[in-house]
Antibody, heavy 115, light 107 residues
Framework: QVQLQESGPGLVKPSETLSLTCTVS????????WSWIRQPPGKGLELIGYIYYSGSTNYNPSLKSRVTISVDTSKNQFSLRLTSVTAADTAVYYCARAFGGLDYWGQGTLVTVSS | DIQMTQSPSSLSASVGDRVTITCRASQSIYTYLNWYQQKPGKAPKLLIS???SLQSGVPSRFSGGRSGTDFTLTISSLQPEDFATYYC?????????FGQGAKVEIK
């Protein structure tokens, strides 16, 4: 059974960089697309972007200038960096596997942007 | 970006009711449409992919349909565990986009 687990700081100061890692267990990261999705408190889902295991990426245009997604196949991990954060970036951040739909999800991690 | 519009945004229903949620795409997405169920404090769960393909382990009371750019999620007989928020998502064109959600509440 594939499992995903997000990790990283739960509190980030405004203008700083949000960094999260998703560790995949129970299966290989190879052969799939892997994505980051976020959900502000009480709101809907927003795709941040996704990465193929080979490293090719696609980002939401609304975040593209601030986002980097990378993959480390040796560690079965992929990561998110979001720069210059503001309070509007406060959200639960999910990682997920894309195969048809988004079929496996992490539990999500709340990241709060506050000084 | 392709816009996904769900209706209704919320509905109240009773156990045993037949419930239908609609999702309309702003352009053709063929059958690249997925449905998710999300309960409070939990990650979304994939119910249906490719418009009508039920995921393994999902009860058969859930079904998906398509007519052009309109998609439906139907719950044939609502069960207590089905009260949740449902999202559609297109995976035809990047960036993949979600509908705004449809909350199914207890009447």
């Amino acid at each position: 059974q594939v499992q995903l687990q997000e990790s990283g700081p739960g509190l980030v100061k405004p203008s700083e960089t949000l960094s999260l890692t998703c560790t995949v267990s129970g299966g290989s990261i190879s052969g799939y697309y892997w994505s980051w999705i976020r959900q502000p408190p009480g709101k809907g889902l927003e795709l941040i972007g996704y990465i193929y295991y080979s490293g090719s990426t696609n980002y939401n245009p609304s975040l593209k200038s601030r986002v980097t997604i990378s993959v480390d196949t040796s560690k079965n991990q992929f990561s998110l960096r979001l720069t210059s954060v503001t309070a509007a970036d406060t959200a639960v951040y999910y990682c997920a596997r894309a195969f048809g739909g988004l079929d496996y999800w992490g539990q999500g991690t709340l990241v709060t942007v506050s000084s | 970006d392709i816009q996904m519009t769900q209706s209704p945004s919320s509905l109240s229903a009773s156990v045993g009711d037949r419930v239908t949620i609609t999702c309309r795409a702003s352009q053709s997405i063929y059958t690249y449409l997925n449905w998710y169920q999300q309960k409070p404090g939990k990650a979304p769960k994939l119910l249906i992919s490719a418009a009508s393909s039920l995921q393994s382990g999902v009860p058969s009371r859930f079904s998906g349909g398509r007519s052009g750019t309109d998609f439906t999620l139907t719950i044939s007989s609502l069960q207590p565990e089905d009260f949740a928020t449902y999202y559609c998502q297109q995976s035809y064109s990047a960036p993949w986009t979600f509908g705004q959600g449809a909350k199914v509440e207890i009447k």
